[in-house]
Nanobody, 123 residues
Framework: QLQESGGGLVQAGGSLRLSCAASGRTFRNYIMGWFRQAPGKEREFVAG????????YYEDSVKGRFTISRDNAKNTVYLQMNSLKPEDTAHYYC??????????????????WGQGTLVTVSS
C-alpha cells in the first residue's frame, strides 16, 4: 500500500516536498516512480529511482527543478519540487515497480499505486 502526502497550494517559484509511505518489508525491492495527471491530460512520468537510489530519472520538463530520493529504512520515497510553475499543477501519484532493471516511464509497468495528492501552483 502506498500513501502520498505533502501536496497543497503554492505560488509559482515556490517549493513542495511530496512523500510516499509504503507498507510492507519489501520496499527496497521496488523501483519507485512519481507520475502526475493534470486536468484533461494523460498521466505522465515525472521521476523514478532504482531500488537503492543509485540511479534517478526525470522527465525533461522537471530536470533541474525536481529531485527524487528514497529512504529504505523509512519505506518512503520523496519528490522535492523547487521552482514550481503553474504547469506543474496536477495530481501526483507514487508507484512501485517490482521488476528488475532500469526505471521505466510507462505507467503500465508499475504494480502498485497510491491514491494521489494534489499540487496546485498559482501564477
Amino acid at each position: 500500500q502506498l500513501q502520498e502526502s505533502g501536496g497543497g497550494l503554492v505560488q509559482a517559484g515556490g517549493s513542495l516536498r511530496l512523500s510516499c509511505a509504503a507498507s510492507g518489508r519489501t520496499f527496497r525491492n521496488y523501483i519507485m516512480g512519481w507520475f502526475r495527471q493534470a486536468p484533461g491530460k494523460e498521466r505522465e512520468f515525472v521521476a523514478g529511482i532504482t531500488q537503492y537510489g543509485t540511479m534517478q530519472y526525470y522527465e525533461d520538463s522537471v530536470k533541474g527543478r525536481f529531485t527524487i530520493s528514497r529512504d529504505n529504512a523509512k519505506n518512503t520515497v520523496y519528490l522535492q519540487m523547487n521552482s514550481l510553475k503553474p504547469e506543474d499543477t496536477a495530481h501526483y501519484y507514487c508507484a512501485a515497480d517490482g521488476s528488475l532493471g532500469v526505471v521505466r516511464t510507462t505507467g503500465q509497468s508499475y504494480d502498485y499505486w497510491g491514491q494521489g495528492t494534489l499540487v496546485t501552483v498559482s501564477s
